[in-house]
C-alpha cells in the first residue's frame, strides 16, 4: 500500500511536470477560454456538484465534526456562484508571462532583460474549503502552472467532483487534464510523499491552520510559501487625529473580526490616551469588544479586564483586544518588533517624520499610515485575486497574486558576442 | 558538547537578528563607509591575514589535502586584491534598499506601492576558500542583512581573522559588529544546528560542491537559494551563421573551462552538420578538446570519441565536449529539456522564429540568441558583484546581486481610509 501511494505521488509529478511544459507557453486566450469555460460549466452542473458535497457533508455529520468545519465544507449557492465569479475575474485579469519590464544594453551591445515566466508546478495543501480548489486552479492556470491540489480527506468528494469538472474544460481546450490534478489518496501519507518530489514540484502553498503549516514547512524539501497567522496592530500616535484613529481602530477589530487582517493588538501614545480611550472603549463596548489592557491602560479604563501576558502577541481571531499604552514611538516599535508577525502594522499620526520612521521600521508585509489593517488583501491593494497572504519574506512578502505564481528568466539579445 | 553547540548557534542567530534591525535602517553613506574601511583594512593588515592563512594551509598540507584543495584556500596576493577591489566595487553600486518603483493608487485614494527592504539575517554556508567571507559579508552588508558565515572547518584561521578585520571596520563606523558573524566551531554538527534557526534566519545560501548543496537543501527548514550546477548548451540552427556558431561555441566551451557557464554540450542541426562539424571539429582538437559524439555525429567525425550514455547532461569541467546532431528543433528543445539543469541555453540561428521559440522555450535561468554561455555572471550581465547563481526558480532565478539580497514590502498611504 505504501509503495503504491508513493508510485501514483511520483506519477502525478511526472504528469504535471510534462503539462507546464506544455502550459508554459500557452497563450493567454486558450488560458482565459478555459477558465471562462469552467465558470460555465459549474454553473451547468451545479446540481451534480452539491450532489457529490452532500456525500461529504453527510460523513462530517456521521463524523460528528464542528458546525464551523461544516459551515467551511459546504458548497452553498453563495460560495458556489463567488467560485464563477473567480474564475471570470481572474480571465479577467492581464496575463502576467512573457511580460518583460525593462531590458538595458551592455557595453559589447548584448541586449539584456528578464523576462516573467511561470514557475513550472505548484502543489496546494489545504484543508476543508473544496472552494479553495477552483480558486488555485484558476490562478495557476492563468499563471501557467500546472496545480497539483491535495485538499482536506473530508471534501475529497466535492473536490473531484470540481476537478473533474476543470478536466472537461482543459480537454474541450485542448489543454493537458494534468495541468490540474487532485490527489484522489485521502491517506496522510500522500502529503509527505508529494512534500518529497521536488524533481517535479516547484513550489508547495500550504493554507490551512498554523498545525497544517508547520508541518508541510518542517517536512517539505520543496520551497514553500506559508502565512502563519496575523497578529496585526494599529499603533495610535500621539499626534492622531483622534477622529481617524477612532474610525480606523474600529474598522480594523470590528469589520471581520475572524480573519488575518483584523487588529489583534491596539497601541497607544499616553499623551493622547486620556482623550483616546474612552471614546474608544464606548465604542468597543457597543460593539461587544473585549478589551484586554496593560496597566497603564487600566488607570484610564477602569472597568476592561487586565492583559495576561499570553495576551500580548495572541492571534484572537474574535471581538477581543489587547490594549497597551506606550511612554514613546521607541517603545511602540519595540513592542511590535517583539509581539508582530510580520503581517500587517498601521500607524495613525499626523506627524510626517514619524510616519516615514513607521513606514521604514515595522517589518510587516503591509504598512499602513492612518488606514484600516483590513486593506492588506490582494484585491483591496489591486493585485486581483490572490491565494494567500505570505508572512515570510523569500519571493513573496504579503498578498501572492499572479505575479507571485511566476518568476523571471535572463534573456539576452546578441549578435555574436563572446567573452574576451 | 552539543548542549554548548547548540546555545552556541542560537546566540549567534539572535545576535544576528538584533543588528538586522539595525541594519535595516542604515544610511548608505554608513553602509559604504565601512565597506571601503575593510577595504582599506585588509591592505593594511594583509601580513596578519597571510599569517594566519599560512597555519591553514600548513595544516592542510599536513592532512595531505589535494593541490586544488590548497589552491583553493591560499590567500594569494591576486586573491586579496581581489576582496579589495570587490569590497570597493560593492561599495560603488547603488544601494537597492529604499527602492520604490512604483506606486499607484486606488479608487478609495489610498496610494499603494512595494519598497524594497532587506532579507533580514542570511547564513551563507561554503567550503574551503576563504575570500567568500569579505565577498559574502559585503554584499550582505550592502543589501541591509547581518550574515552568518560558515566556512570550511580547513580555513577557519583565515576566516577568522578575515572577520576580526571586518569587526573593526564595524565597530569604527558604529555599526553592530553581530552583522557580520563567523561561526567559530568547525564541528559538522554547527550547520545542522544552523539549519533549524528558522526564528533567526531568513535564507540560505550553500556554495560548494553538489554534495553540500543537497546536504543543505534535505536538512534545512529555512529556505535555501541554490546552485548544482550548470550544463549548458549550444545549440546550432540549420540557419546558423556558421562564423559565428563557431566563435560562440568555441568560447562558451574553451575560454574558461572549469565554471558552471561553460558549455558542456553542443546540439547541431543535421542540415548544417556536415558543413559546421568539420571545421568547429578542427578548432576544438587545437584547442584540446576531447569530443565525445553521438551516432549522426560519427558519421561525419569518423575519428572522435563515441559517447557514453553517461555524456549526456554530463557537468565535465573540463575539455570535454558531448556533440548530438538533431534532425528538428524539437529533438533539440526535448534534449535540452531532458538534460538541461535550468542554468544557460544558447541557440545560434538568423531565424527570427526559432530564434523567439528558443527563448520561450528554453527553460533556464538566461536563455541567449547568437551569444556565449559564458555571459551567464553577474557582472556580464550588469547586476554587478553576485554571491552565486540561483538555477531554482523561488525568489531568484540566475545570478544573484544585491538585489536578489532583497525583498520588497507593501506600503500605503492614507488618509482615513477603512474597508467598508
Given amino acids: ?231 496585526c496592530h494599529v499603533f495610535v500616535d500621539k499626534y492622531a487625529d483622534l477622529k481617524r484613529a477612532w474610525d480606523i481602530c474600529f474598522n480594523s477589530k470590528v469589520q471581520r473580526p475572524g480573519v488575518c487582517n483584523a487588529m489583534e493588538g491596539m497601541i497607544v501614545h499616553e499623551n493622547i490616551a486620556k482623550e483616546f480611550l474612552p471614546e474608544m472603549a464606548k465604542r468597543f463596548k457597543d460593539a461587544g469588544v473585549e478589551m484586554r489592557g496593560c496597566k497603564k491602560t487600566l488607570s484610564i479604563l477602569k472597568d476592561i479586564t487586565p492583559a495576561k501576558d499570553s495576551d500580548w502577541g495572541e492571534e484572537f481571531l474574535d471581538l477581543i483586544l489587547a490594549v497597551k499604552t506606550v511612554g514613546s514611538m521607541d517603545e511602540a516599535m519595540d513592542y511590535i518588533a517583539c509581539y508582530g508577525s510580520n503581517h500587517t502594522e498601521a500607524i495613525v499620526t499626523e506627524n510626517y517624520e514619524r510616519a516615514m520612521r513607521f513606514l521604514k521600521e515595522a517589518d510587516a508585509s503591509l504598512v499602513l499610515i492612518n488606514a484600516s489593517t483590513r486593506f492588506n488583501d490582494g484585491g483591496q491593494l489591486g493585485l486581483g485575486a490572490e491565494i494567500g497572504i505570505s508572512t515570510s519574506k523569500l519571493h513573496a512578502y504579503g498578498p501572492m497574486g499572479l505575479e507571485e505564481l511566476t518568476t523571471t528568466k535572463f534573456i539576452a539579445f546578441g549578435n555574436g558576442q563572446i567573452r574576451g
Fill in 1 to 231: 500500500m505504501k509503495q503504491s501511494i508513493n508510485e501514483l505521488c511520483i506519477n502525478i509529478g511526472k504528469e504535471a511536470k510534462a503539462a507546464a511544459r506544455c502550459l508554459s507557453t500557452l497563450s493567454t486566450e486558450a488560458k482565459n477560454r478555459c477558465l471562462l469555460r469552467v465558470a460555465d460549466l459549474i454553473l451547468k452542473r451545479q446540481d451534480d456538484i452539491k450532489r457529490e458535497n452532500e456525500k461529504d457533508l453527510k460523513n462530517a455529520e456521521e463524523k460528528g465534526l464542528s458546525s464551523a468545519f461544516i459551515d467551511r465544507l459546504t458548497l452553498s449557492q453563495k460560495v458556489i456562484n463567488s467560485m464563477v465569479d473567480g474564475l471570470r475575474e481572474v480571465a479577467a485579469l492581464s496575463d502576467p508571462v512573457g511580460e518583460v519590464p525593462r531590458m538595458w544594453k551592455r557595453p559589447n551591445g548584448l541586449q539584456v532583460g528578464r523576462i516573467r515566466i511561470p514557475l513550472g508546478v505548484i502543489c496546494m495543501i489545504y484543508e476543508s474549503r473544496p472552494n479553495v480548489t477552483i480558486d488555485a486552479a484558476a490562478l495557476c492556470l492563468k499563471a501557467g502552472n500546472a496545480v497539483i491540489l491535495r485538499g482536506g480527506s473530508d471534501a475529497i468528494h466535492s473536490n473531484l467532483a470540481l476537478a473533474s469538472i476543470f478536466h472537461e474544460a482543459l480537454r474541450e481546450s485542448e489543454i493537458p487534464e494534468s495541468s490540474v490534478q487532485v490527489v484522489p489518496i485521502t491517506d496522510r501519507e500522500a502529503v509527505n510523499e508529494l512534500l518529497r518530489l521536488e524533481e517535479y514540484i516547484d513550489l508547495v502553498i500550504p493554507r490551512g491552520g498554523e498545525g497544517l503549516i508547520r508541518f508541510v514547512a518542517e517536512n517539505s524539501r520543496i520551497p514553500v510559501l506559508k502565512h502563519y497567522k496575523g497578529v
